[in-house]
C-alpha cells in the first residue's frame, strides 16, 4: 500500500497531465501569419515584431514591437480603443531591436567624397545612403570639409533633406565642417580654404555657404573675432551649431553654448588637449556654465585607432548623456583592403587603418558606424543599452528629432535588428525592411 | 463546494491555472462556440495568469475563442493609467496571448452614464450566453470584485462607492496621495456571479486566511460577501497553506483527504482505461491532484 501510495504523489501525476502532450493547438504557427486586418481607423496593415528585446527607455527589455503606416504603434490603444490586431507577426527569435543609427558626420565612403564637385552628386549620397543600411545606419548628415564657396554652391542645392526608404538611409540635411574654422587646428582641411567673420558675419556665411536650406549642423572654431553672431544667427535659422577645428578656452567655448552652440565636433581631435588650468573645448563636458535643461552633445570616433580607449572612457564616464558616435568615415570606407585611387593621392587599406600608400600616415577613419558601437561598447564596458543610444538616441537628441532614434509610441519606425554582439542582422525604415544580412551558408 | 488546499502561492497559482486550461480544453470552443469566463485583477491572480500565458506559449491552449469578463473597474481613472483595470489586464494577460480583443470585456469607468454602463455589461454577459467560469479573488474583508461589507448578496453590476479602507488600502499605487485614489469603481454584483456556471475564488496568504474562515465555516452573511458561493452550485476555493491558518484542523484535514482520495480514484480510473485501451480524457478539470 505504501507503495501505491507513493506513485499516487502529486507531482507526479502533474507530470503526467504534461507529457501526455496532445493539446491541441489552434495557434497558427510560422515566421509570418497573415490574418484578415481590422480596419476601423487606417486600412494600413499592421506588423508585430515577436520574441524580441527592443530598446525602449534606456533599457532592453522583452516586449513586443507594433508598426503600422511607418511609425511605433501603442498596441494598448490599439486593442482597447480599435479592437484591432496585427496582420503580419515577425518573429525575431531572441534578437535586440534598437532604433536605426544615425550618422551625423560622415565625409564619404565607397569612392565617394561629399566634398568633391561632381556631375552626380545625387547619385553620389544614394550610393552611400544605399551602402550603409547594412551598417545600421538609417538616417545621416553628409559631411563636406572645408571647401572654396564654388563647391558649397554647387553641392548643396544637391543633397536634399529626405526620407530613408528602401534605395538608402534618410538624409538628416548636410554636416558642414569648417571653413570657419582655426587654421592652428585645420587638422587634413586645405589651408587656403579656411575664412574668418568679417563685421558681417551673417554676409559671410550667405557668400560661402549660398543656401543654408539643406544644412543641418556647422562646425565653426569659437575663438574666431564675430564668430558669436554667427553662432546666434545659425541657431536661429534652426542650424545645430559645433564647435571644432578650434583652439578656444573653455570661456570662449562656454560663450558659444550660451549663444545656441550644442555640440563638439570629434572631441579630443583638432582641439587643445585637456589642461587643468583651462580645459579649453573639452571642459563643457563637465562645465556648470549650460543652463540645466540643455545639454552639450559631443561627436567621438571609437573606431580604435582616432581616440585611445582610455579617453573615451574618460568621455564616457564624465558625460554618458551628451556622447554622440560618429564615424567621421572618408571616402575608403567600404573598400576592399589594398590600394586605392582617391583623388590625387595613392591610399593603402590594411585592416582598420587607411594609410597613404607607402607611408604610415593615417588619412582618414573607415570604420562603419556598427563597428564604432561594438567598438565603443567593449572599450568602455558600458551597457549594450548606452552603446546603442550613443548612436541612435543622442544624435537625434542632438538635432532636435523627436521622431528619430527611439522606439516610442508614434516615433518613425526605423529599427534595426542586431545579434547579442551587436552585429546587425537587418535594418527597416519606416517599417519596411531595407536590408538583411545574407545568411551564412 | 471544493476547497483545494496548495503547499503555497505558487503551486495554488499553477493549480488554477491548470484547472482553467483544461475547462478550456473540455470545453472545446470554436467560431460557434466561445469559453465565457469571469477574470479579477489585483496581486493574487498574478501567478495564475504567468502560468495560461506559459501555457499558450507552449501551444496547450489558445483565447482565440474565448470571450472575457472584467469583474471590476475604477471610476474616472484614466483607461491608460497604469493603475487602471484595463492596464492590468493589458499588460499582465491580454497581450500576451492571442485573445481578440472584441471578445474581452472591461467595465468603462469613464462612460457618460455609468448606471448604462453597467446595465449594457449585465446584457452582454447575458448575450455571451452567461459566464461558464467566474474566476475570483477576495480581500481581506471578504469582499469578491468590489462588493465590500454589506452588500446585497442579490446584487447586480453596478456604481459602488469604496469602503474607505479600501481606498487607504490602494494608496500605496497612487504616491501614498488620498487625493488621487479613487472612490468609486463598477463592479459585477454578487448575483451576476452567483449566475455562472461554475466559479474559481483563489485566496492565497495569511492576511486572508480569517476571509476564508469567514467564506467557509460560518454562515452566509452579507458582512462576507464572499460567503453568498456557499449557495453556488459548483464552487472551488484555491488557497495555500497560509490562508487555511483560521480554519479548523477538522476542516483542513476533511478537504486534503477529499483531495487524495480523489487522486487516488483518478489514478485507477486512468490505469484502468490504459490496460482496457480506451481512450482516457486526461483533461478532466480535476486532473491535477
Not at chain 1, 493539446?23 to 481607423?41: A, D, L, R, W, Y
Not at chain 1, 528585446?53 to 534606456?58: D, G, N, Q, S
Not at chain 1, 558659444?256 to 587643445?272: D, P, Y
Not at chain 1, 558606424?369 to 552603446?387: L, N, P, S
Request: hydrophobic share 40%; with cysteine.
Amino acid at each position: 500500500m505504501t507503495k501505491l501510495y507513493r506513485i499516487f504523489t502529486n507531482a507526479e501525476l502533474t507530470a503526467r497531465v504534461q507529457t501526455s502532450s496532445t493539446c491541441h493547438i489552434f495557434k497558427s504557427e510560422g515566421k509570418q501569419t497573415k490574418m484578415p486586418s481590422n480596419k476601423s481607423v487606417s486600412d494600413a496593415p499592421i506588423t508585430r515584431f515577436i520574441n524580441g528585446t527592443i530598446l525602449r527607455e534606456h533599457t532592453l527589455q522583452r516586449e513586443d514591437l507594433w508598426v503600422r503606416d511607418g511609425s511605433i504603434l501603442n498596441p494598448e490603444k490599439l486593442f482597447y480603443d480599435e479592437q484591432g490586431f496585427a496582420d503580419e507577426l515577425v518573429n525575431c527569435e531572441g534578437t535586440i531591436i534598437a532604433p536605426g543609427f544615425i550618422d551625423t558626420q560622415i565625409n564619404g565612403g565607397f569612392g565617394v567624397d561629399f566634398s568633391q564637385l561632381s556631375e552626380n552628386v545625387p547619385e553620389n549620397v544614394s550610393l552611400v545612403a544605399k551602402k550603409i543600411l547594412e551598417h545600421g545606419v538609417t538616417s545621416f548628415c553628409p559631411t563636406l570639409v572645408s571647401s572654396p564657396p564654388v563647391v558649397y554652391h554647387q553641392v548643396l542645392p544637391q543633397i536634399k533633406v529626405q526620407e530613408g526608404g528602401p534605395d538608402g538611409a534618410g538624409v538628416l540635411g548636410v554636416h558642414l565642417e569648417g571653413p570657419f574654422i582655426s587654421a592652428q587646428k585645420k587638422g587634413a582641411h586645405p589651408e587656403h580654404c579656411l575664412r574668418t567673420f568679417s563685421s558681417r558675419p551673417t554676409e559671410d556665411l550667405m557668400e560661402v555657404y549660398g543656401d543654408l536650406g539643406n544644412v543641418a549642423i556647422v562646425t565653426l572654431a569659437p575663438e574666431m573675432d564675430n564668430s558669436q553672431s554667427a553662432v546666434k544667427e545659425l541657431c536661429r535659422r534652426g542650424v545645430t551649431v559645433s564647435l571644432g577645428h578650434s583652439a578656444a578656452n573653455l570661456s570662449q567655448a562656454e560663450e558659444a553654448v550660451r549663444g545656441g552652440a550644442s555640440f563638439i565636433t570629434h572631441l579630443f581631435n583638432a582641439m587643445l588637449p585637456f589642461h587643468h588650468r583651462d580645459p579649453g573645448i573639452v571642459g563643457l563636458l563637465t562645465t556648470d556654465q549650460v543652463p540645466p535643461p540643455r545639454t552639450v552633445y559631443y561627436g567621438m570616433i571609437a573606431d580604435g585607432i582616432h581616440t585611445n580607449p582610455a579617453a573615451l572612457r574618460i568621455a564616457h564616464r564624465a558625460h554618458p548623456s551628451g556622447l554622440v558616435l560618429v564615424t567621421d568615415a572618408i571616402t575608403a570606407m567600404g573598400l576592399p583592403p589594398g590600394q586605392h585611387m582617391l583623388g590625387q593621392q595613392i591610399i593603402e587599406i590594411k585592416g582598420l587603418h587607411a594609410y597613404v600608400a607607402g607611408t604610415t600616415t593615417l588619412c582618414g577613419s573607415i570604420a562603419t558606424m556598427d563597428m564604432c558601437v561594438r567598438h565603443f561598447w567593449q572599450a568602455t564596458g558600458c551597457k549594450a543599452e548606452e552603446a546603442l543610444e550613443a548612436a541612435s538616441l543622442h544624435p537625434a537628441q542632438l538635432l532636435g528629432i523627436a521622431r528619430k532614434g527611439r522606439l516610442d509610441y508614434g516615433a518613425d519606425a526605423d529599427l534595426i535588428v542586431l545579434d547579442d554582439k551587436l552585429n546587425v542582422k537587418s535594418t527597416y525604415i519606416s517599417g519596411e525592411e531595407v536590408w538583411r544580412k545574407p545568411e551564412q551558408r | 463546494m471544493k476547497l483545494i488546499i496548495l503547499n503555497d502561492y505558487q503551486q495554488a497559482s499553477e493549480w488554477a491555472a491548470k484547472y482553467i486550461r483544461n475547462k478550456i480544453l473540455m470545453f472545446n470552443p470554436g467560431p460557434e462556440r466561445y469559453f465565457t469566463m469571469g477574470l479579477p485583477t489585483g496581486s493574487t491572480p498574478l501567478g495564475c495568469y504567468k502560468k495560461l500565458i506559459e501555457y499558450y506559449k507552449n501551444g496547450e491552449i489558445s483565447f482565440q475563442y474565448v470571450k472575457t469578463f472584467n469583474m471590476d473597474e475604477y471610476v474616472g481613472l484614466p483607461r491608460d493609467h497604469p493603475e487602471s483595470y484595463h492596464s492590468f489586464m493589458w499588460n499582465n494577460f491580454f497581450k500576451h496571448v492571442d485573445i481578440r480583443a472584441e471578445n474581452t470585456h472591461i467595465l468603462d469607468g469613464n462612460a457618460a452614464d455609468l448606471q448604462a454602463e453597467c446595465e449594457a455589461f449585465e446584457k452582454k454577459i447575458t448575450a455571451a450566453g452567461g459566464i461558464e467560469l467566474f474566476v475570483g479573488g477576495i480581500g481581506p474583508d471578504g469582499h469578491i470584485a468590489f462588493n465590500e461589507p454589506g452588500s446585497s448578496l442579490v446584487s447586480r453590476t453596478r456604481v459602488k462607492t469604496l469602503a474607505q479602507d479600501t481606498i487607504n488600502a490602494n494608496a500605496r499605487f497612487f504616491n501614498g496621495d488620498l487625493s488621487k485614489v479613487p472612490t468609486m469603481a463598477l463592479t459585477v454584483g454578487v448575483g451576476t456571479v452567483m449566475d455562472a456556471k461554475e466559479v474559481m475564488i483563489l485566496i492565497t496568504g495569511a492576511h486572508k486566511a480569517f476571509a476564508l474562515y469567514k467564506a467557509i465555516e460560518e454562515g452566509v452573511n452579507h458582512m462576507w460577501t464572499v460567503s453568498a458561493f456557499q449557495q453556488h452550485p459548483q464552487t472551488v476555493f484555491v488557497c495555500d497553506e497560509d490562508a487555511t491558518l483560521e480554519l479548523r484542523v477538522k476542516t483542513v484535514k476533511y478537504f486534503k483527504g477529499k483531495m487524495n482520495t480523489q487522486s487516488v480514484l483518478y489514478y485507477l480510473l486512468k490505469h484502468i482505461a490504459c490496460t482496457m485501451n480506451i481512450d482516457f480524457d486526461y483533461k478532466h478539470p480535476m486532473a491535477m491532484y
